[in-house]
């Protein structure tokens, strides 16, 4: 996978398939 977006969206788009509830505060 190529960084061609931001490491945010790559971290969230990570996150959001592996804990289905928003991140903790």
């Known amino acids: ?3 061609t977006y ?3 969206e ?3 788009s990570f996150y ?3 804990i ?3 991140r903790p505060k």
């Open 1 to 3: 996978m190529c960084h």
């Open 6 to 8: 931001s490491a945010k």
């Open 10 to 12: 790559n971290v969230h």
């Open 16 to 18: 959001t398939p592996v």
């Open 20 to 22: 289905p509830f928003p």
